[in-house]
């Protein structure tokens, strides 16, 4: 049996265009399956889950933060917030500022991996949206911003590796 010089050319013609679309195609189910959450200005509460108060700080409560970004998609958690009651030179001449990023970041750490991930939640358990998040292997980073929102304090985060320590 002899094969013909146009049905080679036809079979490596498919060949080629079929692995030039493959990449394409995995981009184009990728952005048809993104089921991000984008929220700016004062929607951004919605985040307010995740808020970890300032170690050592007066106030820490989540009601002293105001979010005005959170995005959420299939692998990370990212949340901007302002301190309503700290600025710029407030944080920034306390003496222990080090240790306050590391306390912070160890709560947080703390409430990610607090859980194995495999309890039943239900939707009043504490820290429900952190078993989620660590559950579904998201990366969670949190931005902290002074009271006017316009200079940066610290930023922390967390994942799944986290919590192997």
């Known amino acids: 049996m002899k094969i013909s010089k146009k049905s080679c050319t036809i079979a490596i013609t498919f060949l080629c265009v079929g692995f030039a ?4 195609i995995g981009m184009i189910n990728e952005k048809l399956n993104d089921d991000a959450i984008e929220i700016s200005g004062d929607n951004a509460s919605f985040f307010n889950k995740y ?15 105001r ?4 995005y959420e998609d299939k692998k990370k958690i990212e949340i901007s917030a302002k301190s309503m009651k700290l600025s710029y030179d407030d944080f920034y001449s306390l003496k222990n500022v080090l240790e306050v990023i590391d ?6 750490t703390e409430n990610y991996c607090k859980y194995s ?9 504490p820290d429900v949206s952190f078993i989620m998040a660590r559950r579904e292997n998201k990366v969670i980073g949190i931005t902290y911003y002074d009271r006017t929102g316009q200079n940066f304090l610290f930023g922390i985060g967390v994942g799944p590796s986290s919590c192997d320590k």
Do not use: C, M, R, W
Request: avoid cysteine; charged fraction near 10%; charge should be negative.
């Open 67 to 70: 979010l005005f970004y959170g």
């Open 51 to 65: 808020i970890v108060p300032i170690a050592q700080h007066a106030g820490g409560s989540n009601l002293d933060y």
């Open 21 to 24: 679309s493959y990449p394409l």
């Open 103 to 108: 306390l912070t970041n160890e709560k947080l």
């Open 117 to 125: 991930g495999f309890e039943p939640v239900l939707p009043n358990t």
